[in-house]
């Protein structure tokens, strides 16, 4: 049956296995659909869908708005920024504003966690979580999983470690649901400032040496610092978070192993990773980004199929 | 459920060697030609004329593509149980081509419809045409209508028309499944 077991995508942890495959099974129709000369399928024609973005996205916003596009939907775009949510709306009136102009799905990106789910509680449309706070962000765990699995054939089995700021990442936190529910295995790497006190009961372990946990791995998937986020200091200096935590090419060649380098984006170069890690032929940084699209293209095509027509 | 043959696999092998023998005469070399078969169940009957062509009448090098036409469908959301997508697999650009679609049974001619959509995406082509085994009269919702047929039949709404390949089935068969009364 090709049909997700969700009515909305709030988070990986509410998907199971099948709606995993049927996804990456969709997204790879997707990407050969992107890859034509005219990269677009009418499917979504008499669909609308609104880009909520309470926080600052470029990539994400881009890439859904390409996919939404790609689907032929009609889309409306929302940035906090300029809105009246700075003249003290809430949530609820500012997506019900928008629900009466007749759209069916929403896609946002909110500071809060557990806003989406909120949403969806609320709100008659499907809602697809674009990152909320530092709970998740399921589409980039998904087209993470699905680069991986293009990259080395199968995501179970294999071993991934995530460095860095693990504590105010929701691509960590969904990163780490998707590969477990893979069957892949799972290291965090960062200062201990930066991990979750109780993290190693999700079934991951930690390690504290960035050398030995990129012996171990296949791929290293590789968190900014995301300064914005830290009201106090977490580490000394970013100059030894560099020395500790940053991966740069003589590190990587004096391992005896190709790993795979991933990193959802922005890069702060020569802080988590060197220029020449970035660019080299072992980073697949950007075909995360490609795969972005298909993943949310095919997001949105399964559960725009549950809006029945009447 | 009752379950009618109506054609075996002789009967078959003829139709589609008269078919590739129709399509010669219209495409001779088959240099400017396309054959594009619709996902999922054209492909079969592609592939078999190619096969045909190649193997008994020495055509070579025909262009063949497959086309999935899930995402042109016009019945997305008004389904109960979803459709898969299959792969499209078209390495070539079709600008200036003869096309011929290729599909196992004609119905509505909704599925064509949906690959004329489809394949706008790979270029203009010269012209484009239609070759089905079975064509079941009186049943179009639309003006569309094969170049080629294997066998016309007129069937009524409940009955459904089956293609079997012997690639997955025990032998090459068409037969007419009609629900119990």
Redesign the interface.
């Known amino acids: 049956?090709?049909?997700l077991s969700v009515s909305h995508l709030l988070g990986i942890k509410h998907l199971n296995l099948e709606d995993i495959n049927l996804i990456f099974?969709?997204a790879?129709?997707f990407k050969?659909?992107i890859n034509?000369?005219?990269?677009?399928?009418?499917?979504l024609r008499d669909i609308t869908i609104a880009n909520l973005f309470f926080e600052n996205s470029t990539r994400t916003k881009l890439s859904f708005e390409l996919a939404e596009k790609r689907l032929s939907a009609d889309i409306i775009n929302f940035s906090a920024a300029q809105s009246s949510v700075k003249k003290g709306e809430s949530l609820i009136d500012t997506a019900n504003n928008i629900l009466s102009m007749k759209v069916d799905i929403i896609v946002m990106r909110h500071p809060n966690e557990g806003a989406g789910d909120f949403l969806a509680k609320h709100i008659d449309a499907k809602i697809v979580n674009a990152g909320d706070g530092a709970h998740e962000h399921p589409t980039q765990a998904l087209l993470d999983s699905f680069s991986i699995r293009e990259k080395l054939g199968d995501v179970k089995g294999k071993k991934v470690v995530i460095v860095g700021d693990i504590k105010h990442s929701r691509v960590a936190l969904s990163n780490i649901y998707a590969l477990k529910l893979q069957g892949a295995e799972v290291k965090l790497c960062g200062p201990t400032t930066l991990i979750p006190k109780f993290i190693t009961s999700l079934g991951v372990s930690y390690e504290k040496d960035l050398r030995k946990a990129l012996e171990w791995c296949d791929v290293a998937n590789v968190l900014r610092v995301q300064h914005e986020r830290m009201d106090v200091k977490y580490f000394p200096s970013i100059r030894e978070y560099t020395q500790l935590f940053g991966i740069n090419k003589e590190l990587l060649d004096s391992i005896d192993k190709d790993i795979v380098i991933m990193h959802p984006g922005p890069i702060n170069r020569g802080v988590e990773l060197t220029s020449d890690v970035a660019d080299s032929k072992q980073s697949i940084i950007l075909n995360q980004v490609e795969n972005g699209v298909a993943i949310r293209m095919a997001v949105i095509?399964l559960l725009?199929?549950q809006?029945?027509?009447d | 459920m009752a379950k009618k043959t109506l054609l075996n696999e002789k009967e078959i092998y003829i139709i589609l060697n008269r078919l590739a023998c129709q399509l010669i005469e219209n495409h001779q070399d088959f240099s400017n030609t396309i054959l594009i078969g619709i996902q999922p169940r054209g492909v079969y009957l592609a592939d078999r004329l190619v096969q045909v062509l190649t193997e008994e009448y020495q055509v070579k090098d025909i262009k063949l593509g497959k086309l999935d036409i899930t995402f042109y469908r016009d019945d997305f959301r008004r389904r109960e149980d979803p459709l898969s997508a299959s792969s499209t697999d078209i390495n070539f650009i079709v600008d200036n081509k003869n096309v011929v679609f290729i599909d196992d049974v004609l119905f509505s001619g909704r599925s064509i419809r949906a690959a004329l959509t489809a394949i706008q995406a790979f270029g203009r082509p010269k012209n484009i045409e239609l070759l089905v085994l079975i064509d079941r009269r009186f049943s179009r919702h639309l003006p569309i209508q094969p170049d080629y047929k294997g066998r016309q039949v007129d069937v009524i709404k409940d009955e459904q028309v089956k293609v079997e390949w012997k690639e997955n089935e025990p032998r090459d068969k068409v037969c007419i499944v009609s629900p119990d009364v």
């Open positions: 049956m090709a049909k099974n969709t790879d129709h050969e659909v034509r000369p005219i990269k677009k399928v009418p499917s095509y725009a199929q809006i029945k027509r």
